[in-house]
């Protein structure tokens, strides 16, 4: 991994400008890839800043996914362990920090839905509290990606806004909302699909400009 | 296996594929065009992004008070074994041992019912392996892959209960799992590590709860999804 291959510290990472040279002390915010290497090379400082970064949005996430506040706790707690533990498996090829992070938190809290009692909340009440937010603990190029979606994922039919946010959120299959929506697997499969390539099409619109 | 797929249906599958919610041998088809397919790689590649990025869209929460010093102590531990203390190089033969004799016993399914002279004697071996762990019964269940049976894995209920996991001598990479067990009331209970697959060809553990509450084995992947699978049918197979 590109990252992993450098082994440096990630404050090293840090160039020194003309004010450090002169001794005069210049807060600059690391990568989340420089914490990510902090973190898996057990780093304290680096582990305390990546934990600072990203926890208020894998516990949102995770709340948001389980509905309770000690269950969401076990689940981000668990989620920075296997972060931890699996650092040096991340590529960023295959996407931002971020998105890693959170898959695993997405991934560790569907593993805790008891399917049997399970309750799916209303998926649409997630893009309802995503209204407007600010987004203060996020550095500008991963707001602008994902806020590319906002609007068009609002602007989605309701049926496949939905059918989207179970799998993506909840890790619903397309056979699962079948059965719970009681519609047929082929209609599901085709508003996951619609939904997808809508705003696969936005942010392909992005990176053209 | 099923029939090979073209580049129209994996683009078909592709959403469902970048969510990871693709199922069973359709997946496993398309994986294997993916193989050798860039085209469909690359879709499939930006379709995972936007689900990247759609995560990022769930509402922020700030944690509980504490949450971060919790974390970070957790950070400066070894790898947790929280409630299990896995089976000893003694322990684990015995539990094949006993494995062994029971699964030979079960294997005659109705034979403890039956009265013939060796099918008693088969239920007395059965109840003579139980009475040395003040145990109640014992049963075994197909351990589950993405492609089929991979292996077996045998529960003994006594004082304490465990599990023992035998794999196919035919899963050749090695990999290391986290260990969890789903109870019958919806809890999920962490046993800690597992390395299994090449020369590992078993693994074993004391389980933190009876073995009659436990409903389901899974072998967790670095990605945090069930990699393997093991489910016990009922609580006791002999009630």
Not at chain 1, 17 to 42: F, T, W
Not at chain 1, 135 to 161: F, K, T, W, Y
Request: glycine content about 8%.
């Amino acid at each position: 991994m590109e990252v992993r291959s450098k082994q440096q510290s990630p404050r090293a990472a840090v160039p020194v400008g003309p004010l450090e040279a002169v001794g005069v002390a210049v807060v600059r915010k690391l990568s989340d890839e420089s914490l990510l290497v902090g973190l898996g090379s057990g780093d304290p400082d680096a582990a305390a800043d990546f934990v600072r970064r990203f926890q208020r949005r894998v516990f949102g996430l995770t709340f948001s996914i389980l509905r309770d506040r000690a269950a969401a706790e076990e689940a981000a707690q668990e989620s920075f362990l296997r972060a931890w533990r699996h650092a040096s498996t991340y590529d960023p090829r295959r996407g931002t920090v971020a998105g890693w992070l959170l898959t695993i938190a997405r991934n560790v809290s569907i593993n805790m839905l008891p399917t049997r009692r399970f309750d799916p909340v209303d998926p649409e009440l997630i893009v309802a509290l995503e209204a407007r937010r600010p987004h203060q603990d996020r550095i500008a190029a991963q707001v602008v990606d994902s806020e590319l979606l906002r609007e068009p994922l609002a602007r989605l039919p309701g049926n496949q806004r939905r059918a989207l946010v179970l799998a993506v959120f909840y890790g619903f299959t397309a056979r699962e909302i079948s059965e719970l929506d009681g519609v047929p697997l082929g209609t599901v499969k085709t508003r996951i699909r619609s939904a997808m390539l809508k705003l696969r099409s936005q942010l392909r619109v992005s990176d053209d400009r | 296996m099923t029939a090979e797929m073209g580049c129209e249906q994996v683009r078909e599958l592709a959403p469902e594929l970048a969510l990871g919610i693709a199922e069973g041998e359709e997946r496993d088809a398309a994986l294997r065009h993916l193989d050798g397919c860039g085209g469909c790689r690359q879709l499939v590649s930006e379709l995972s992004s936007v689900g990247d990025e759609l995560l990022q869209l769930a509402p922020v929460h700030d944690p509980p008070a504490g949450f971060e010093s919790r974390v970070l102590a957790g950070l400066t531990e070894p790898p947790r074994r929280r409630s299990i203390q896995p089976l000893t190089r003694r322990w684990q033969w015995l539990a094949i041992a006993a494995a062994a004799v029971v699964l030979a016993a079960t294997l005659s399914a109705g034979s403890v019912l039956l009265a013939t002279a060796g099918d008693r004697r088969l239920a007395a071996s059965y109840q003579a392996v139980l009475s040395q762990g003040q145990g109640a019964y014992f049963v075994a269940a197909p351990l589950q892959g993405t492609r089929g049976r991979v292996g077996t894995v045998f529960g003994y209920q006594g004082q304490p209960s465990w599990v023992m996991v035998t794999l196919q001598s035919s899963i050749r990479e090695e990999g290391r799992f986290q260990v969890q067990v789903v109870t019958r009331d919806g809890r999920y209970l962490s046993l800690g590590d597992a390395v299994l697959g090449g020369a590992k060809g078993t693994w074993g553990g004391q389980l933190p709860v009876d073995l009659s509450a436990v409903h389901e084995l899974r072998f967790m992947g670095s990605d945090g999804r069930p990699t393997l699978t093991a489910t016990f049918a009922t609580a006791n197979p002999w009630d």
